[in-house]
């Protein structure tokens, strides 16, 4: 057993464990009145209920002691500190500085980085003004309509998603669409209605070596250079935003479109930095800074409140809990928000990426279970696929609901009906319907009793399935923005209890090193001798396919 399980803190939680998950909330409801109040905070402009979930306040003392045994209270002054909390690859993770809106210096290294930081928000609001009122133009002269961003992962995740979260904001007349899948079709589409000579590429990567994203960024430049006939319009239509400066130049982008960001800024946690520039473009440099100002309250938020009354601190305890004392091994992240649809693929690379790690800071194999799988799609569409699992399959998953109170567009009755399927959902999972309410209402309606009888076991909820809901006022840039960081700082708080480094993925270079061998025998036609026989059957019968005919479009 490791010191982590072994502790007394981890234990004492083991044995609560036996009688918390026999737990009733409608019983925990009942005998407290006030527990909506003692189970709810605010955290910035976010408010969080988790009333309903499977806990006492004996389980809120012990998850505490975990929390100050593992000392995060410290943990928390180091990572807003610039200590080298990626200890694996010897790097701060200072993305808090991005949004950092104090005025104070931020050090690192015995520097400040808030200079920098200005500097290449400054440069941003140049360009994506430029962008936006028609200055800057294409190699023809034409103004822009559309821009492309080309990344993957951490380059392309978050400013999507925030673009697609802040659409109402975004103008018909400037396009902003990504390009993140090696897959030439994801390109193809993307392009197929867009003019060359009024199209900017955005080449989005940290390394700048990335190979679905220089692939994509090849065939654009291809595409591009095709249409205008003169290589000289790369320099006009292609910016950069990365941290290796001297990979840009050699794509032939002109130094004043480079914005740079800094190794202490990890790639899932970049769409604060330069990785923004097309939502500043998309919706307005206003709105992606108002984003950094929500980013920055739930910061303050974090760095202050008592750990008891701490958004992230409570969200990642309560992950801890379920993942490691009552065995979930998923979790849901369900936006009852259609502008928030991106937001589980988002939170799928944040948490996944970070949390999904067996070593802990030691080097050591961990003896407890790290990240679940997170997964989510939005409400209500989920409500009518997976919900049946949510509420009487057989596993347990915790789920967060986030819904605003206020919606963006005022049309008819859609938002209190969303609002009231939001609220219902997380009432069914935690109350249920026992199996004498289910045959009384049957009886009611008027059916036999035995028909109720045998149907009441189906109809039967068991209820005890623990939500949290997060309510903000409205889906505005700024409470967005605290939302987002709010889940950034609920996985830092998971990882320092289960002692892992949440900022570094040496997981998915495994599959980069091999793809890189199993396509020179592809392209080569010839069977590599060292391939094991499953891949290189599967060579063979791809060979064997030959190459299709290219796909004729409309266009
Ligand atoms: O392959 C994983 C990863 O390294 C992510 O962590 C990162 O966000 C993504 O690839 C893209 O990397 P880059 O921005 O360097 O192209």
């Not at 803190?9 to 464990?17: C, G, P, T």
């Not at 960024?217 to 290796?244: E, I, K, M, Y």
């Not at 997964?375 to 399959?393: I, K, M, S, V």
């Amino acid at each position: 057993m490791s010191a982590l399980t072994r502790s007394p803190a981890w234990q004492a939680l083991e044995a609560h464990a036996a009688t918390a998950r026999r737990l009733c909330l409608r019983t925990l409801f009942r005998e407290d009145p006030s527990r909506f109040e003692t189970h709810s905070l605010t955290a910035g402009p976010i408010f969080i209920d988790w009333s309903k979930h499977l806990v006492t306040g004996e389980t809120r003392q012990l998850l505490l002691s975990l929390a100050r045994q593992q000392g995060l209270e410290a943990a928390i002054g180091d990572l807003f500190g610039g200590a080298l909390v990626n200890h694996t690859e010897r790097r701060a993770a200072l993305h808090t500085a991005l949004r950092d809106r104090s005025g104070q210096p931020v050090l690192f290294g015995g520097r400040d980085v808030m200079p920098g930081v200005r500097d290449v928000l400054a440069r941003m609001r140049r360009f994506s003004d430029a962008i936006r009122d028609g200055s800057l133009r294409g190699h023809t002269g034409l103004p822009f309509d559309a821009v492309v961003n080309i990344g993957i992962g951490g380059s392309d995740l978050g400013p999507s998603m925030v673009v697609e979260a802040l659409r109402a904001h975004g103008r018909d007349d400037l396009r902003v669409r990504f390009v993140s899948n090696v897959d030439d079709t994801h390109l193809v589409e993307t392009l197929r209605d867009l003019d060359p000579a009024r199209t900017l590429f955005i080449v989005s990567s940290k390394t700048f070596t990335t190979q679905e994203t220089m692939t994509n960024a090849a065939s654009a430049r291809q595409w591009l250079v095709a249409s205008l006939g003169d290589a000289a319009a790369v320099g006009a239509h292609f910016a950069a935003v990365s941290t290796n400066v001297g990979a840009t130049a050699m794509f032939g982008i002109p130094s004043d479109r480079v914005f740079e960001f800094w190794d202490w800024v990890g790639g899932r946690y970049s769409l604060w930095s330069a990785i923004g520039l097309p939502i500043a473009i998309a919706v307005g440099m206003d709105r992606f800074e108002a984003l950094l100002e929500g980013a920055h309250a739930m910061d303050r938020h974090f760095r202050s409140a008592p750990l008891d009354i701490n958004g992230p601190a409570v969200l990642g305890l309560l992950g801890v809990w379920y993942a490691n004392f009552l065995g979930c091994a998923t979790h849901a992240v369900l936006p009852y928000d259609q502008y928030l649809h991106r937001l589980p693929a988002y939170l799928q690379q944040l948490d996944m990426e970070s949390s999904g790690k067996r070593i802990d800071r030691s080097g050591d194999p961990v003896e407890h279970a790290t990240g679940p799988v997170l997964w989510g799609e939005p409400g209500t569409n989920g409500q009518h696929a997976f919900f049946q699992l949510l509420h009487q399959g057989t596993q347990m998953v915790p789920a967060d609901f986030i819904v605003a109170a206020r919606g963006v567009r005022q049309l008819g009755r859609h938002h209190d009906i969303l609002l009231a399927n939001c609220l219902a959902q997380t009432q069914a999972l935690a109350f249920g319907k026992t199996e004498a309410e289910a045959y009384a209402e049957m009886e009611r309606a008027g059916m036999s009793a035995g028909e109720a009888r045998r149907l009441a076991p189906y109809r039967t909820f068991p209820g005890n399935r623990p939500s949290t809901t997060i309510l903000l006022e409205a889906l505005t840039p700024s409470s967005l923005g605290a939302l987002i960081a709010l889940y950034e700082h609920r996985v830092y708080v998971q990882s320092v209890i289960w002692e892992i480094n949440p900022f570094d993925q040496w997981g998915v270079e495994l599959g980069k090193q091999l793809a890189g061998g199993v396509l020179s025998t592809l392209e080569s036609r010839q069977g590599g001798v060292d391939l094991d026989a499953s891949t290189r059957g599967l060579l063979t019968r791809i060979a064997l396919a030959g190459d299709a005919p290219p796909a004729q479009g409309s266009r």
